[in-house]
């Protein structure tokens, strides 16, 4: 089940609609062209987490693509509208909470914004629990291309997820379960839905590392949340940039996003790798814990 709650100026607390129901203009540039940005949040117990950084993520996807970002307060309301109606509806113990931006019907001049709340499905995590057989796959851009090229919208969560969800795809075909991309100059990147996190210990020192953010890559908010969690339990953390090498040489990897949190991963491209389900434990406790 949904619950949809529309931003409306003439609803300060958003406007509840009915998700059985089509609710968008077939001429929506967000339906037309993808025309839009997007966010994923986790709820639990009827309680949105890490709101502040999906909203300033938000409003910098939306200033990617010049659209105007409807005031915070606005969102919030309207979440926490969808969030009280769900949990008198369905009451899940965690729900994803999807905050949805279009430049809206053609012509109007004026944005679409939505916010659809759903029960998190109960099998999100145990699917990834055991493991994630992973293939690297060619993103087609260097790891440079972000900052000359903005018009790419690399690093800006857009509704134009089409080619993610095709590389998903790609790899289910090939026997595999997810994807970590890669630049064309061999850097890591991230996955479709998710950012790379390894760790590492050397000379006993425990460390964290991700891509670079400047890589084109969209800034995790679990990765970041995961960071300094971590730090402040004494890990170290760096910063790419990172090669396939590196995941393979890593005493652990893992795809982390909002709504899965820590999935391992334990092969590449049908090589096995070192993974620790004492590590996973340990880290997506520290992250628990700073959601
Ligand atoms: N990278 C991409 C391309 C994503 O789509 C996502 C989430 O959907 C992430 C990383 C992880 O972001 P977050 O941790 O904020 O959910």
């Known amino acids: 089940m949904t619950v949809l709650v529309f931003l409306d100026p003439k609803f300060p607390e958003g406007r509840l609609a009915d998700a059985a129901v089509p609710q968008l203009m077939a001429t ?26 999906h909203l300033d993520r938000m409003a910098a996807s939306a200033q990617a693509l010049d659209l105007v970002f409807p005031e915070r307060e606005s969102w919030e309301r309207a979440v926490s509208t969808a969030l009280s109606e769900l949990m008198i509806q369905a009451g899940p113990a965690e729900a994803v909470v999807k905050l949805l931006l279009s430049r809206g019907v053609e012509g109007a001049g004026s944005p679409t914004a939505w ?18 057989a992973v293939l690297l796959l060619d993103r087609g851009y260097d790891s440079t291309v972000a900052d000359r090229a903005p018009w790419l919208l690399l690093g800006a969560k857009t509704l134009s997820y089409a080619v993610n969800m095709a590389a998903l795809r790609y790899a289910k075909a090939q026997g595999a379960d997810d994807v970590i991309f ?24 425990k460390t964290l590392l991700t891509p670079e953010l400047e890589s084109g890559i969209l800034p995790g908010t679990t990765q970041r949340a995961l960071f300094d969690a971590a730090e402040a339990a004494g890990w170290a953390r760096g910063y790419g940039p990172l090669e396939p090498a590196h995941l393979m040489e890593a005493d652990a990897v893992w795809l982390v996003s909002s709504i899965r949190l820590l999935a391992p991963v334990t092969s590449i491209d049908g090589t096995a790798i070192a993974s620790s389900p004492a590590l996973t434990e340990a880290l997506t406790a520290l992250l628990r814990g700073a959601l």
Do not use: F, N, Y
């Open 28 to 53: 929506d540039l967000g339906a037309t062209r993808g025309a839009g940005v997007l966010e994923s949040m986790l709820a639990v117990d009827g309680a949105p987490r890490k709101m502040g950084a």
């Open 115 to 132: 916010v659809a709340a759903s029960p998190v499905a109960a099998d999100v995590r145990e699917r990834s629990a055991e493991g994630l």
């Open 182 to 205: 890669t630049s064309s100059d061999g850097k890591v990147l991230e996955g479709p839905t998710s950012s790379v996190i390894l760790a590492v210990e050397e000379d006993g020192v």
